[in-house]
């Protein structure tokens, strides 16, 4: 379960059928200093994030359990929140990341 | 598995409808040498810890037992345990850490 | 679940039997600076994708699912998408990686 | 599953009530080269092992096996046996390693 | 699910019963640029892998899986395949990694 921000979408016309219709962004974890790391993960959206936003990422069973489509399906990561707000180190974060500091 | 430190808070209006009410805390885990990773994870916390305190933190399905509210949530990481003492290398450690120390 | 490219292939003739008929796969993870990481992962694939190209991977009961053989398997990781389009920090990005670029 | 070494030791009494009773170890991953990396794991330890030994750790339903307390329980690590000897790169490991060297 | 070469052995005789007679290797994942990485993984064998070889090693209940002896075990990670062939970057591997490369 991660803090991360949304840095890109990616789109598959061949794919399992369960991704059919599932919008898929591309996260990048935050690390413990407030800053992108190197890595990133591919999550389903069901919660509407855009282009910059800072989201929840959770991960397995209960990516499915946000998904709500049970657990026959071919994806195991998901948003669970957008962030509002966020405290780190005695700094307060806005809630969007901007586009030219996130790397 | 992990001892880290509570180094932040978030807070999402928008999120999971099991997420309601739950205490997301941003934790920085600790290294071999007791110092904190580059890395960061958000847990639930059920156990009421505080900023700079130290903490054990699990994953998965031991996250849902601590957490209480069956298997069918969105979230997969949990504080489990607050820190009295911990012994590292021969050194004695206090459950706080200096916020100044950690990063 | 994350976002990879299509480096190279496996073979084994001694193997688990569930693995038998099984495409096996090298694929390079990609960062978030949509460049490939030092890590690799093998995965099953089902989708016919060839070197070069970009795909998502899926792992445990989600790579099962994609797979479609029940969960008495003797692999945890599969592609379950061939991408088509990438967006990532306001660039478009093609479906394929050329060879010499993606190292 | 890796091979790790036994750093120090972990005190809560403030936790998840089913952690009552366990041992909490902290233990430091083996790199390929049979050094300490700079991560660490907890793990709760029914082996009685002891700082400096070398350790398998195991994580997840493996780990609630080794426990023994079923699978409603508030941790996922453990350790599940102690090392007499290790062969690696062609050299011959004591089952302890000196404190002195470890880090 | 990875390639990786195995570079050791591990013995204990004070160990969970389940793992009683199994063969313990320590495998060194493969980057991708077909170099071993700086981590390792101790895996079971039921293969007859040997020191050198290239193998697949997989996890959790893949893991279970490939060693046949239910899922109340306590080691969640296991060789499912010894490669024959591998081609990566363009490049034909053979299966076996002479000993003074692959550190």
């Known amino acids: 379960m991660l803090v991360g921000t949304v840095i890109g979408n990616v789109w598959a ?36 994030a855009g282009i910059g936003e800072r989201v929840l990422v959770v991960f397995g069973r209960a990516a499915r359990h946000v998904i ?6 071919g994806f195991q990561t998901a948003i669970c929140g957008i962030i509002d707000q966020m405290e780190l180190g005695g700094r307060t974060y806005a809630p969007h990341v901007d586009q030219d500091k996130h790397s």
Do not use: C, N, W, Y
């Open 13 to 48: 016309t061949h794919k399992d059928p369960t991704l059919e219709g599932m919008r898929l962004l591309i996260v990048q974890p935050m690390d413990a200093h407030g800053k992108g790391t190197a890595e990133s993960v591919v999550a389903v959206d069901p919660m509407g």
């Open 68 to 73: 709500g489509k049970g657990h026959d399906i």
